[in-house]
């Protein structure tokens, strides 16, 4: 967090000059609220935004009758320290126009405005680029910090345990004419793993959908452990042999964990099978580089097609691999076929922006599928549970944390522009009772700040979050 709301939250009658007006010509808006919040900065001194501000459309569909649009919002910068720190702050977007980055649009914080959003008629320019990402790995690779770094917005839960993400989101990055839509998925595991966790389908099904759906994979791998760094995980070579045609780039992850960077080197050549965009590495390697048509030969034996030749992937995941293409593939540590390696460490603004400029150079001229204020598919209140579920496998031991299951009683905006929300916990165990507790009640009321906090971030209102628990076997 970069900044913290202070309680000084005021209407104020609007500068019709100083506001957005929708790019949809024929309809006919009228301005209900207006809201202007302070925020106090790092250094102490006060900051205010406009945070946001209500159209009432005349031409609403049946689905959205009761809802009032929220536009993106225009924001006025009031003190001089504040626009310093937004046009130093990388991530953050274009330093041109910093009020239009993601880091400052707000999440809906109702859920039929929030609906609205996801079916509003992208508002795209004539020369519209697009790019589908999906970023997948083995759980606990980083892909939750990867997607919230690069929206610029901590959206998406991301803990040290692993299975933070229960179902494939999305996040949505658009800047100027091109638009980056992130599929963050549940970390890849087996059927027998899933159901030894008692995990949902969601994570067999969810990262082989996203991978359907993709122009580009990343392949995210955590070169800090050192049990699974030398070879990709076989559920990631399963998914990049079933998607052959589908361009692929590898990022090695967590380098900041790393003593020894040489030996990235090394990790590198036996992850690529020595050969990245079809080219030889010329690195000291403790692999010899497959030869091009053993490579080859590979590829084809694991996917079951031609090189590079574009397969049916639907068919693929239906029929699954054969038993000979799974074989093939066991004997393998890399793949051949990554277009590009990157090295990162995903906590690091400027790396993850190096990332980001390659996705935007990698888009392709086509329509969007988005509006462009919309941040994610995720709801309001999956955004909550999201952010509590984070702090429970943050501060909760072990398994505790995982049979935890939520239930949001109250979700309340308020005139003054904040947002009330209570969440029942209900714990199976009441030795866990007593863990999710803590001493004084300590502990839960760190989870309620803490997640409040990211709320507050995601929403761009102050939230009022109350959590409590109870004992439900
Ligand atoms: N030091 C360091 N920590 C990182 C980096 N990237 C991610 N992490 C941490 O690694 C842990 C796992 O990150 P997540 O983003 O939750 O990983 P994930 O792949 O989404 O995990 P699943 O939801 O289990 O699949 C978190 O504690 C992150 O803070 C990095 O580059 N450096």
Redesign the pocket.
Known sequence: MWFTPSSTSSEFTPDPDNYRKPRDPGSHVELLRFRKTAFKLDDGSLASIQVSFHWHAAHRSSAVRNAAFRFLPYRNVSTEAFLDRLLKERMLGSAENPADSPAHAAVPTDKVEHFSLMLKVPDQPEDAKVLRVAII????????????QLLGKKL???????????SRALGVITEDNTQIILL????LTTPSKAKRHQLEKTFLVDPLKSLRQADLVVV?V?V?DKWTRGRLDFEVLKCLALNAGIPSVLVL?????LKGKPLLLDITAELTEGVVNGKRLKVRSLVKPLQKDTSEKLLKKTSGLPNGEMQNPGNQLLTGLSGEQLRALKSRKGWSHFKDVFM?????GE?VQTLKSYLMAEAKPGPWQYHSAVLTDQSPEDICTNAIR?KLL?YLPQEVPYSVTQHIELWRETADNQLDIAVKLHVRKDSHMKMVIGPGGQLIARIAREAGLDLTNAFMCEVRLKISATLKN
Do not use: I, W, Y
């Open positions: 790995g083995a759980p606990n690779s980083g892909k939750s910090t990867l997607t919230n998406f839960a991301a803990s040290q345990k692993v299975h933070t993400t229960r963050d998925t549940p970390g995210l955590d800090s992850n967590k380098v900041d964990l990162m460490c995903a906590t690091d790396d984070e943050e």
